[in-house]
């Protein structure tokens, strides 16, 4: 299984970017899928996630400027991010909740990250 995220880059204040990630390999099912971001120093903090059904959750420093959205189809996630902060540099990174056969557990993996900077 591999997740890999594309996307990233350097956007000046107020800019868009669009990441987006997609899940390749022996996959069964996919549940939920997020975007989780670190910037140096902090911890890894979850940004977004979105169920299989399409439910969306947002971390409070996102909100109203983020929107996450997937394809199951081609197990694929997108991070839309508008009105960007320099306080958004970090990297991001995608991870879903997989199976990888009908009789595998749960098991969560993660991409390698992509990273976004927003100059002061």
């Known amino acids: 299984v591999q997740v890999v995220e594309s996307g990233g880059g350097l956007v000046q204040p107020g800019g868009s970017l669009t990441l987006s990630c997609a899940a390749s390999?022996?996959?069964?099912?996919?549940?939920?899928m997020y975007w989780y971001r670190q910037a140096p120093g902090n911890q890894r903090e979850l940004v977004a996630i979105?169920?299989?059904?399409?439910?969306?959750n947002y971390a409070d420093s996102v909100k109203g400027r983020f929107t996450i959205s997937r394809d199951n189809a081609k197990m694929t996630v997108a991070l839309q991010m508008n009105s960007l902060k320099p306080e958004d540099t970090a990297a991001y990174y995608c991870?879903?909740?997989?199976?990888?056969?009908?009789?595998?557990?749960?098991?969560?993996?993660w991409g390698q990250g992509t990273q976004v900077t927003v100059p002061s």
């Open positions: 979105i169920t299989r059904g399409g439910s969306t």
């Open positions: 991870s879903a909740d997989l199976q990888q056969t009908v009789i595998d557990s749960v098991k969560r993996y």
């Open positions: 390999g022996n996959i069964f099912s996919i549940n939920s």
